[in-house]
């Protein structure tokens, strides 16, 4: 076994190829580099939004396979130019399966879920893809959305974005903004009406779990900023015309 010394400065930035191993990794990266790229403009782009989880997987092995190519002495071109052709016509099947199959698409990329129903989350569907309340609320802020009244629905999609539906004619609601972790909502009024912190439920009172998720902790429901001024534009005129009258 070959003893390492620690520290050996021409080992760690020279190593122990010859020199003229250099040109030859200039060259694989060349080559791997067109071949990949080719490859890659047949198959067509997308996004990282909009890759389904197979095609993740394959641009993992993807990557690991262009990269070995790259500077190891001992792995031949053709071995991963084989292995980077394999992949691209692993994903075009997969990607012509999901066009021709609606059960192959179910399968690979996944359904769309109902997060949010009339302002409140929906608790089970969270659960079942491994997403909080508060995760969700951070997507909802980011998209410009300041309370959860807004929504009319909210469906979390295969490719893990979120698509909102907004509400004609919001009520009150779970306030959002700012986030509830670094503020401290007003509580709810004595015998008022009372909206879960956790889920945006609004009950007719605090007194009890919340019905939807099991929640204890109560906040006072508000009206979204644009529907409160708007409110309050309404009531304005109205007072205007009283005086006048």
Same mark, same amino acid.
């Given at each position: ?18 020199? /003229?191993?250099?040109?030859? %990794? ?5 080559? %791997?580099? /067109?071949?990949?790229?080719? /490859? ?21 092995? /993807?990557?690991? +396979? ?19 052709? #394999? ?45 909080? +309340? ?7 802020? #980011?998209?410009? %959305? ?12 295969? *490719?893990?974005?979120?698509? %909102? ?57 508000? #009206?979204?900023? +644009?529907?409160? +001024? *708007? ?6 005129? *109205? ?7």
């Amino acid at each position: 076994m070959e003893t390492v010394i620690p520290f050996d400065w021409l080992r760690i930035f020279w190593g122990d190829a010859p020199p /003229l191993f250099l040109a030859e %990794i200039t060259f694989r990266v060349l080559v %791997i580099w /067109l071949w990949t790229v080719l /490859l890659l403009r047949w198959i067509g782009g997308r996004s990282i939004s909009q890759l389904s989880l197979v095609e993740f997987l394959l641009v993992i092995a /993807l990557g690991s +396979a262009v990269g070995d190519a790259l500077f190891y002495p001992d792995v031949p071109l053709i071995h991963a130019m084989l292995v980077i052709l #394999l992949l691209v016509l692993l994903d075009k099947a997969v990607d012509l399966a999901i066009r021709r199959w609606q059960g192959a698409k179910r399968v690979i990329d996944g359904t769309p879920l109902e997060v949010i129903r009339d302002g409140r989350i929906l608790c089970n569907g969270m659960t079942a893809r491994g997403m909080g +309340a508060p995760e969700l609320m951070e997507i909802l802020r #980011l998209k410009g %959305i300041e309370n959860l009244a807004e929504l009319r629905a909210a469906y979390l999609e295969p *490719s893990g974005m979120v698509s %909102i539906f907004r509400a004609e004619t919001p009520g009150p609601g779970l306030s959002i903004c700012p986030p509830i972790e670094v503020t401290t909502p007003e509580p709810p009024r004595p015998g008022g009406p009372a909206c879960c912190r956790c889920c945006g439920h609004v009950a007719a009172d605090s007194t009890a779990s919340c019905a939807e998720c099991g929640g204890k902790v109560w906040v006072r429901p508000e #009206l979204p900023v +644009a529907q409160a +001024a *708007s409110e309050g534009r309404n009531r304005r005129n *109205s007072d205007m015309r009283c005086a006048a009258s």
